[in-house]
């Protein structure tokens, strides 16, 4: 049964430190998407990739925060420095694309970061 | 970012009961999609819909694309505890596999909390 899976899946930290999460997608996905969840915000887009390329990160704060994938097997999403603020539920999810129709897409379990 | 309009925002029901949600959005959609999610867990695929007018079943869940591609609609029947949880409406719109940016991304709901009342 393949599944996204996500690394930590808890993390405490204090602000001003970096944070760092990580990602495997289902093997043979093309396309990794960065999601944060708050209660206030719900489900927000951050950043995807496919065929490991950025190809949007409009959603994430630039200026503290990064996406990269270093392989096909891993994603990562970096935050430095953390802020308080950015306490919430982060998912990766992953899907395929191939032509017209996009693959729908699978989510890992989280990683809940909280941010003293 | 954008959300889609769930409703309701909970609901609270007893065992057996049927139960309707629906989500509508002020853009239109050529996909509507329905997740569920348990609490410390992800969403999980419930059904997918691709065409304005399809109803599609899983089990006891049906879905509706709307005529307007503007809305959705999911029902479940005879309910049990374990569809306790949060159910998600999600849009997306799939342009031309030649203008491939932007056309995964996934416009969520504000969710529907499903409790069952003992």
């Known amino acids: 049964d393949a599944r996204v899976t996500q690394t930590p899946r808890h993390k405490v930290t204090e602000m001003g430190q970096e944070v760092t999460m990580r990602c495997q997608p289902i093997l043979g996905h093309n396309t990794v998407f960065w999601y944060r969840q708050t209660m206030m915000q719900g489900l927000e887009l951050l950043a995807y990739f496919r065929n490991r390329a950025p190809l949007d990160d409009s959603g994430m704060p630039k200026d503290r925060f990064s996406a990269e994938m270093p392989d096909a097997t891993l994603a990562t999403l970096k935050i430095q420095p953390s802020e308080p603020r950015d306490s919430a539920v982060y998912f990766c999810a992953s899907g395929f694309r191939t032509g017209g129709r996009a693959d729908t897409q699978y989510f890992g379990p989280g990683t809940r970061l909280t941010v003293l | ?118």
């Open chain 2, 1 to 118: 970012g954008q959300q889609l309009n769930q409703s309701p925002q909970s609901m609270f029901i007893q065992e057996g009961e049927d139960v309707s949600m629906n989500c509508t959005s002020s853009s239109i959609f050529n996909t509507w999609l329905w997740y569920k999610q348990d609490p410390g867990e992800g969403p999980v695929l419930l059904i997918a819909l691709y065409k304005a007018g399809e109803l599609t079943s899983n089990g006891r869940l049906t879905a509706q694309f709307g005529i307007t591609r503007k809305d959705s609609f999911l029902n479940i029947s005879a309910s049990i505890p374990s569809d306790v949880g949060i159910y998600f409406c999600a849009g997306q719109f799939n342009g031309k596999a030649a203008s491939n940016f932007g056309n995964e991304k996934l416009t969520f709901g504000t969710g529907t909390r499903l409790t069952i009342i003992p």
